[in-house]
């Protein structure tokens, strides 16, 4: 019999269980399929920050979420309309998410009563009626694993890890998604065990005739290509978006690019990439430590390449002294952090914003730095070139704010074409650039651009533009050590003056105002771009009107930002921290911008914010 296949515009799966039950690989490969299908998605994976956390705990569930849609769509989904629960810890960490009627597929061989006990359950939920809200696919999944690889000599322990697989080949049934490359991935995976490959291929097969075969799925469902911009796409993560920005722009300047970078939790993946890319000019150093790393990229911008040290926030207060000191010696540097929940060792795993006021004023004395940040996960590549631009046209470190949401979350990225890319090329000194009264030339490391205010940058060795570099004040113009207070106070407006000035070379803020003539704006930085947009596309579904602008550029700010936040009644903050947008744009602007702020680890739902956002419409 022909099973009824059922059309859907979109659909949300969890993915969910142990640490060690790999669910982040069963998300990922899943997505990748949805994404060679052609529809629209966004993920969140969220896993513990132990490397195997207590197993069967609560602690210890790891989660994938996938949103996939025939539609442009913007977050990885309030809430999964399908759950797949590996173990009864992974059923209890989740089931408050899903909505009535959300599908759940258990795996029934791990609902012991030693498992059920360990997270609280007195009585199965499976037969107390607890989970009568929900379709409940109660599957063994792990007997029927087992059973489809009888014929491979390998041991049960290693035919139980291949549940995973056989839990993906049944959703990649049950929505209709491409096997070619999963079945590839997995061969090319285990090549030196190829009969653990075959296992898993096998397993994954077994999951997919089972929701062929089985009654307990009467229907499947396809959710159609999305229809996109035309061109050339791949899925795409934040932080390796963010690693091919890093070559890319050292393919546009000509320059070697040089990490120096300690591995730190979410940001280590680029370091992971980067080392890949010898054949682009990329070097990579894994210091010692983080100080080691922030020092040796410095070091490498004085030599002429663009030196890039990657960290999270406990890394950047480490990093503070010698960001400080590429301020004082004005060279090109980007300092990348990808923001996680702290303070201190904080939440490793979990995604959080609270890093800007240290990204603006983490340093002693007056240490302007500028500040950009990309708003989704393919948007690291384009905001990581715009650092990298600014960092080289105007001598200047320069702060790249990413996140672990954006870092390890994914979507359809559309590849560039090179034309569309800006040219980063920069012009080093080669002769000496100051006439002396007595008609001889010398080399002034400090007579600056007069409309870029940047000084002139001297590879070391160049014949006859030796010169003084170190944190104590330099003499304008001549570079020459100056404890001269008038010298001082000059070198300090002109080094804050060169980054106010970077406002001219950036775009405007942008409005999304559909009407003209709402009254209640919503303005956002970062990774609160999909949230807000959802959020703001509810609220004009209902028929309110309200306004959007979500900022790229947060040091120094887009030139007309004041004249957007004075144009509306009501200005919205949201942010993953307690306000810290919102204060800097009450100090410089003098507007009564109104924070919504949580700090839960994971990113806004847009129903929470379209909430928000329509209790201030009437209230206006």
């Not at 009864?88 to 597929?105: F, S, T």
Request: one cysteine or more; aromatic letters at 8%.
């Amino acid at each position: 019999m022909t099973k009824q296949v059922k059309q859907l515009d979109r659909v949300v799966i969890r993915f969910a269980g142990d640490s060690g039950d790999g669910m982040q690989l069963t998300g990922d490969r899943f997505t990748s399929e949805t994404a060679t299908f052609g529809n629209d998605l966004s993920t969140l994976p969220n896993f513990p920050a132990e490397i195997r956390a207590p197993a069967g705990t609560l602690p210890g569930v790891s989660s994938f979420q996938l949103h996939f849609a025939d539609h442009d769509i913007l977050t990885p989904g309030d809430a999964p309309t399908v759950l797949v629960a590996m173990n009864p810890a992974a059923l209890k960490a989740n089931i408050r998410d899903l909505p009535r009627g959300a599908e759940i597929i258990v795996n029934t061989d791990e609902f012991s009563k030693r498992a059920m006990a360990k997270v609280g359950y007195a009585n199965s939920p499976l037969e107390d009626g607890s989970l009568d809200a929900y379709n409940v696919h109660a599957i063994p999944l792990t007997t029927l694993t087992v059973g489809s690889l009888a014929e491979f000599e390998i041991s049960k322990k290693d035919a139980e890890r291949a549940k995973n697989m056989f839990a993906l080949g049944l959703l990649s049934w049950l929505y209709h998604r491409p096997t070619e490359a999963t079945i590839a991935f997995l061969r090319r995976k285990f090549a030196k065990l190829p009969v653990i490959a075959e296992a898993n291929v096998a397993a994954f097969k077994a999951g997919w005739n089972f929701g062929e075969t089985t009654d307990d799925f009467a229907v499947s469902y396809e959710v159609a290509p999305a229809k996109l911009p035309a061109g050339t796409y791949r899925n795409i993560t934040g932080n390796l978006a963010l690693s091919y920005g890093l070559v890319a722009a050292g393919q546009l300047s000509e320059l070697p690019v040089y990490l120096g970078s300690y591995p730190i939790t979410p940001a280590s993946d680029i370091l992971h990439e980067l080392a890949k890319h010898k054949n682009f000019g990329v070097r990579t150093f894994q210091a010692e430590d983080e100080i080691a790393g922030i020092g040796a990229a410095l070091g490498a911008s004085f030599g002429g390449a663009l030196g890039v040290t990657t960290t999270s926030g406990p890394g950047v207060a480490l990093k503070s002294e010698t960001i400080g000191l590429a301020v004082s010696l004005e060279l090109p540097l980007l300092i990348i952090d990808v923001q996680r929940g702290g303070p201190s060792t904080g939440l490793p795993t979990k995604t959080e914003q609270s890093d800007l006021l240290q990204a603006m004023f983490g340093r002693n004395g007056e240490a302007p730095v500028p500040i950009v940040a990309p708003q989704t996960p393919s948007d690291c590549f384009a905001a990581t070139i715009e650092a990298a631009r600014i960092a080289l046209k105007y001598r200047t470190p320069v702060f790249l704010l990413s996140d672990g949401y954006l870092a390890n979350g994914s979507e359809p990225w559309r590849l560039p074409e090179t034309s569309e890319l800006p040219d980063l090329r920069v012009e080093f000194a080669t002769e000496p650039n100051q006439e002396m009264p007595d008609g001889t030339k010398e080399f002034w490391p400090y007579k600056r651009d007069p409309e870029t205010l940047a000084r002139p940058w001297a590879v070391p060795g160049t014949p006859g533009l030796e010169h003084r570099i170190g944190g104590i004040e330099k003499a304008d113009g001549i570079g020459s050590i100056s404890y001269d207070p008038a010298n001082h106070d000059l070198m300090v407006r002109t080094r804050q003056a060169k980054v106010d000035g970077i406002a001219k070379d950036i775009e405007p803020l942008w409005v999304d105002d559909a009407t003209g003539d709402a009254k209640v704006l919503v303005i956002g930085w970062g990774s609160t771009y999909g949230p807000i947009a959802a959020g703001v596309r509810r609220v004009r579904a209902a028929g309110g009107k309200v306004a959007q602008a979500h900022l790229r550029h947060l040091n120094p700010f887009p030139a007309n930002t004041a004249e957007v936040l004075k144009s509306y009644d009501k200005v919205i903050v949201p942010e993953m921290n307690l306000g810290q947008l919102a204060l800097l744009l009450r100090g410089k602007f003098l507007v009564d911008a109104m924070s919504y702020n949580q700090v839960r680890g994971l990113p806004f739902k847009s129903e929470e914010l379209a909430h928000v956002i329509q209790e201030v419409i009437e209230s206006v």
